[in-house]
């Protein structure tokens, strides 16, 4: 008699094991953000020139992109030049000179290349569309904001630059101490930098997600208390910046003051006298629009993170101004108060679209 092949028993709950998903590996995670970026962000084809510019901090990235942009095009170039010392230092010479024969520049490296008069040539006069990503890491190139969904991001800007129109008065306030108040000129406000670089003459950064524009020289007066990060470092205690007529004319903040004072004082002794007189000034003025991203001490992502605003001190030539001082940093506030004439665009927090 043949034998009747017994049904497996079932297992109990408690016995069962639980199987553990295995998370991509780090090159998986890097293609795909890549391919993203080439794809989605810079919509490149397959006949446009494409440099890009890393150095021996992101080179890993760097390469990453190299590989995604020579899957579309077979233009593509990769530069490894040094470390620049700060965020806005030009790029060497040659570096510049290849930047202006492009469609497209992407420059992860460690240090801002936004802010220069290399990236301002290449894109207003030579027409390229440029992803810069200061301060890029593994962390924020795989996840985070640079997970958000860009063309949701771009129609939230769209829609917030509308409720902006004819509004010239700022004031920001915050539970931390912050009363700050300047005026804009309306038709300024950048609008652009929402992850999509499809037209000439674009540069964003990258993970993107925020609005912008540079405060009217000489009508800034009040405090300004950054909370959240400054630059690259995540605050403990909180930097008090006091501005008058566009200027910051004195800065509190223990040992964080003390290394901002120094910062600035090194970038002084490259300058000329007239330089010097603008150095501190409040160039740029900006809120969050991307959900994904995070408030971790890189101002590269904490600049986008949506519920905040943030005020940048120093070069604002980028935007129209006159203060050519070549450092450019970037101090986040959490939870302010923004009011532009009667309307509220931002509030505890909560953005409003």
Known sequence: MARRKSKPKKKAKSEEVDVE??????????????????????????WENVLVIT??????????????????????????????????????????????????????????????????????????????????TL??????????????VKRDITKVGGLLRKKRNVRVTSEAGTDVEFRIEPRKWKLEDNGI????????????GKVFIMPREGRMNGKIVIDGSWDSTLLDEPL?????DGMVNRIEGGEVADQVEEQYEAAAKRLGPKEQDLLWTVAEFGFG?????????????????????????????????????????????????????????????????
């Open 55 to 136: 150095d021996p901090e992101t080179a890993e990235i760097g390469q990453a992109l190299y590989e995604a942009s020579s899957r579309i095009s077979d233009r593509v170039l990769m530069v490894m030049m040094p470390s620049t010392s700060q965020h806005g230092d030009e790029p060497p010479g040659a570096v510049a000179e290849l930047m202006r024969k492009q469609h497209i520049v992407l420059i992860p490296t460690r240090y801002s290349l936004t802010h220069t008069r290399a990236t301002h040539t290449a894109a207003r006069k030579e027409s390229a569309r440029i992803a810069t990503m200061p301060g890029i």
């Open 139 to 152: 962390d924020i190139f795989t996840k985070g904001g640079m997970t958000a969904d860009f063309a949701e």
């Open 289 to 353: 629009m991307n959900p994904n991203a995070r408030l971790m001490g890189n101002v590269l992502e904490d600049e986008k993170v949506r519920g905040t605003c943030y005020f940048a001190i120093g070069d604002n030539t980028n935007l129209g101004g006159s203060a050519s001082v070549g450092i450019h940093v970037t101090g986040v506030l959490r939870d302010p108060k923004v009011m532009i004439d009667d309307f509220c665009v931002l509030h505890k927090g909560d953005l409003v679209v």
């Open 240 to 244: 008090v910046l006091y501005v008058e």
């Open 197 to 208: 670089l499809s037209r000439p003459t674009q540069v964003s950064n990258l993970p993107a």
């Open 21 to 46: 998903l295995e998370e991509p590996d780090i090159s998986e995670l890097l293609a795909s953000s890549a391919d993203m970026v080439v794809s989605t962000c810079m919509q490149m084809r397959s």
